[in-house]
């Protein structure tokens, strides 16, 4: 664990645990809460990277942050990242937002009723591309698995205790468009996701009358780098003929995840499927 700090100290707040931060969703839930005054533990496997967002992050909020690697595939790596997390203070919040990438999106326009609509064009180096039931391996597919589900059942394991004592707490899942609908040549994240999101709601069910609010957050659509930070939208446009709003800006995605966190417990959301203005284009 190391510590990027720019003030002095925990918050009061509590402890904002978000697990599974790259370049642009996590990192932008990391900053949000680190503005509003939590003190934030980024977690991923990357811990070289982790370092360089917990500067940046540390430096434009002056709060502490900390970088803890964690595998989310492997039940020791996530117990002792939970207990340099736990060694900070009271967890108030954990975003899991874990997911083991594949390959490579095709972008689908739902104007077009031809399959042909599938563009040759990738968007972004996140992205995936279908295969086939027998061509995936049985290794690949349980690892897709055990970092979709079983690292967000454990992850949830460490913080629950300490929610539910306090009777105050959140926890907010990652989903996307394949936690609803099975799609031809997206097993592994059709299975691992559909999985989280039955765990969401077992989960909320089984705590929300103990104080700990549980939701699930459907993203449907691409998510770009910040618009703060990203050069202009127009190469982009140009050479895939996807428009500024149809890119989520992961700033804009943070602010829902805040949303959710502060919503009084007499209306508490269970889920909340966000896309984009232009609801003309969509993945997969």
Same mark, same amino acid.
């Given at each position: 664990m190391r510590n990027m700090e720019s003030g002095s100290g925990a918050s009061p707040k509590g402890i904002a645990a978000i697990? !599974?931060?790259g370049p642009k969703l996590g990192r932008s839930i990391a $900053?949000?809460?680190?503005?509003? !005054?939590?003190?934030? @533990?980024?977690?991923?496997?990357?811990? !070289?990277?982790?370092? $360089?967002?917990?500067?940046?992050i540390a430096r434009e909020a002056k709060a502490p942050v900390f970088a803890i690697r964690i595998d989310c595939c492997d039940s020791q790596s996530i117990r002792e990242a939970f207990e340099g997390?736990? /060694?900070l203070g009271f967890v108030e919040v954990l975003v899991y937002n874990a997911y083991q990438q594949q390959q490579q999106v095709s972008f689908v326009s739902s104007s077009s009723s031809s399959s042909s609509s599938i563009t040759n064009t990738m968007i972004s180096s996140t992205q995936l591309c279908p295969t086939s039931c027998v061509d995936v391996r049985i290794d /690949?597919?349980?690892?897709?698995?055990?970092?979709?589900?079983? !690292?967000a059942f454990h992850c949830a394991q460490q913080v629950l205790p300490g929610m539910v004592d306090r009777r105050r707490g959140t926890i907010l899942f990652t989903g996307c468009s394949a936690s609803l609908k099975g799609l031809p040549g997206f097993s592994e994240l059709c299975c691992g996701k559909f999985a989280l999101r039955a765990l969401s709601q077992c989960l909320a069910k089984e705590v929300q009358p103990l104080g700990v609010h549980v939701a699930h957050v459907i993203i449907d659509g691409i998510i770009d780098s910040p618009r703060s930070s990203s050069p202009s939208?127009?190469?982009?446009?140009e050479q895939?003929?996807?428009?500024?709003t149809s890119l989520m800006d992961p700033d804009a995605l943070a602010q829902t995840y805040w949303n959710l966190h502060l919503q009084?417990?007499? @209306?508490?959301?269970?889920?909340t499927h966000?896309? /984009?203005?232009?609801?003309?284009?969509?993945?997969?």
């Open positions: 697990v !599974g931060v $900053r949000k809460f680190s503005q509003e !005054g939590y003190t934030v @533990a980024i977690l991923s496997r990357d811990l !070289g990277r982790l370092f $360089r967002f917990a500067e940046e997390v736990l /060694s /690949s597919f349980e690892k897709s698995l055990a970092v979709s589900t079983v !690292g939208k127009s190469m982009v446009e895939t003929g996807v428009g500024e009084d417990r007499n @209306a508490w959301t269970h889920e966000v896309r /984009s203005s232009d609801s003309n284009n969509f993945i997969i």
